[in-house]
């Protein structure tokens, strides 16, 4: 199954309309059909704003397994490549974005749990 007809069957089980999506792309609701009919290529920014029109992943869209489709079947093979990367440095950015701000969190729990030993450690002394 190719990108457009996955996004097809996402988009009408969810009950959105072909005229809400190009609206959030910014094209007519011809461009978008032929988007959608793999008459024409789908970018990757375009990609991504369908995603959040469906609220699925993006991964969802062209997941190369039984139940996703195929990206070959929409894109040629450096298409597909550059979506890939573009997917992997994002999914880079994000995980390092994450682990920095868990980092943080880790951070300030530690200083808490310092300063309540220290507390505890003064309470016991008074007793």
């Given amino acids: 199954m190719d990108i457009g007809k ?3 069957i996402i988009r009408k089980q ?3 309309s072909p005229k809400q999506i190009s609206d959030k792309l910014g094209v007519s609701l011809n461009a978008y059909h032929k988007k959608e009919t793999g008459q024409s290529q789908i970018n990757v920014s375009e990609l991504e704003t ?3 029109v469906l609220e699925v992943p993006i ?3 062209v997941s190369d397994n039984d139940k996703y489709c195929n990206l070959n079947n929409t894109f040629n093979d450096h298409a597909a490549g550059f979506v ?3 997917l992997s ?3 880079n950015d994000t995980k390092d974005e994450i682990i920095a701000s868990l980092k943080r969190e880790n951070a300030n729990k530690q200083e808490i749990i310092d300063l309540l030993k220290d507390k505890l450690a003064k ?3 008074k007793e």
């Fill in 59 to 61: 991964q969802e869209i």
């Fill in 50 to 52: 369908i995603s959040k």
């Fill in 84 to 86: 890939f990367h573009n």
């Fill in 123 to 125: 309470l016991e002394k």
């Fill in 89 to 91: 440095e994002k999914i």
């Fill in 14 to 16: 969810k009950n959105i």
């Fill in 6 to 8: 996955k996004i097809r």
